[in-house]
């Protein structure tokens, strides 16, 4: 059974800090700010492109990273301090889990500040205000944190709500708050495909 947007409607939020208007230009950007700190520091051990994983973690493919952004993920956007990543970066060096290991360069206090604005800002890999064509994207099933389930394209991200064309053509908006964690990955799943981004290459 589906549900219009309006039988969707939740209790309460899933995670309030997600919900970062996107309507204003991002301070920090991903590929210039972030990937480049990522590159130098954590590639060795976490690239998709050099089959390394330490952890299960990868840093140089947006479409394996994403999969670590949300609500209950490694980075969770709006959250610094619930991030696991700002605790493994600020983490005394002496610590087992600190990040980098010992062994290599540490991180600036610059780039950390780099990667916590990035988060407080939602951890955005693209731009948040990609739209898709008129044509649309391909149908998904987007579910809500009742597990009630829709079938819609995703057309736009608008500040906290999400526009999806239903099946029978109309535009609606429907709150990210009130969306399951995997349909918020699926809103930076359509983003990373609105961008044009590729899947790295494994060897």
């Known amino acids: 059974m589906s549900y219009s947007p309006a039988t969707m409607m939740l ?3 899933f995670v309030l800090s997600f919900l970062l208007s996107p ?3 991002l301070a920090v950007d991903f590929k210039k700010d972030i990937a480049p700190i990522f590159k130098k520091h954590c590639y060795e051990c976490h690239s ?7 952890a299960g973690y990868v840093f140089d493919d947006m479409h394996t990273l ?4 949300g609500p209950k993920g490694f980075i969770v956007p709006g959250d610094v301090e619930e991030s696991h990543l700002n605790e493994v970066l600020t983490n005394a060096e002496s610590e ?10 540490p991180l600036s206090s610059g780039d950390i500040k780099k990667i916590q604005a990035w ?3 939602g951890a955005w890999l693209t731009s948040t205000t990609l739209q898709a064509p008129p044509t649309g994207l ?6 809500n944190t009742e597990g009630l389930e829709i079938e819609a394209s995703f057309v736009k991200l608008d500040g906290a709500s999400v526009h999806l064309k239903m099946t029978d053509g109309r535009v609606l908006p429907y709150p ?3 969306l399951s964690a995997d349909s918020q990955v699926l809103i930076r799943k359509e983003l990373l495909a609105l961008s044009g981004e590729k899947k790295i290459a494994t060897k």
Not at 66 to 69: A, M
């Open 11 to 13: 209790p309460r939020p």
């Open 96 to 105: 087992k889990n600190h990040m980098p290991p010992e062994s290599k360069t």
């Open 23 to 25: 309507c204003c230009a």
């Open 48 to 54: 998709e492109q050099a089959d390394k994983r330490k």
């Open 176 to 178: 990210v708050e009130k």
């Open 119 to 121: 988060i407080k800002e």
């Open 66 to 69: 994403v999969l670590d952004i």
């Open 138 to 143: 391909e149908k998904k099933k987007w579910r």
